[in-house]
């Protein structure tokens, strides 16, 4: 198992960048894949982007690609999404997620593939 707590939420102006982080507890950390998804009011969950065991592999969602940058450090147990050129629609509830464990390259963009997930962390931006 693996816990997931995410941070560097917060109130950001258009046209910034933001760079939340999510903590993992456990050794096996580097066995998950792991992804980013958000949840704006009234609107389903929706996949931002991911990152695959090892870190070789990303898959970023459509309303984000060009602006947007996942990594991960296995040894702090930690996976960091970078988005810039923020617009008020990337407002939401950003979650963290790990897939797994699996030592497949693939990174699943359907939620309910994902076990483990973060509390959220708020991201507004202010136009």
């Known amino acids: 198992q693996v816990q997931l707590v995410e941070s560097g939420g917060g109130l950001v102006q258009a046209g910034g960048s933001l760079r939340l982080s999510c903590l993992g507890s456990?050794?096996?950390?580097?066995?998950?894949?792991m992804s980013w998804f958000r949840q704006a009011p009234g609107k389903e969950r929706e996949f931002v982007g991911g990152?695959?065991?090892?870190?070789?592999?990303?898959n970023y969602g459509d309303s984000v690609k060009g602006r947007i940058t996942i990594s991960r450090d296995n040894a702090k147990n930690t996976v960091y999404l970078q988005l810039k050129s923020l617009e008020p629609e990337d407002t939401a509830v950003y979650y963290c997620a790990a897939d797994g464990p699996t030592w497949g390259q693939m990174v699943r963009t359907d939620s309910n593939e994902y076990d483990y997930w973060g509390q959220g962390t708020q991201v507004t931006v202010s136009s």
């Open positions: 456990g050794r096996a950390f580097s066995t998950y894949t």
């Open positions: 990152i695959s065991v090892s870190g070789s592999m990303t």
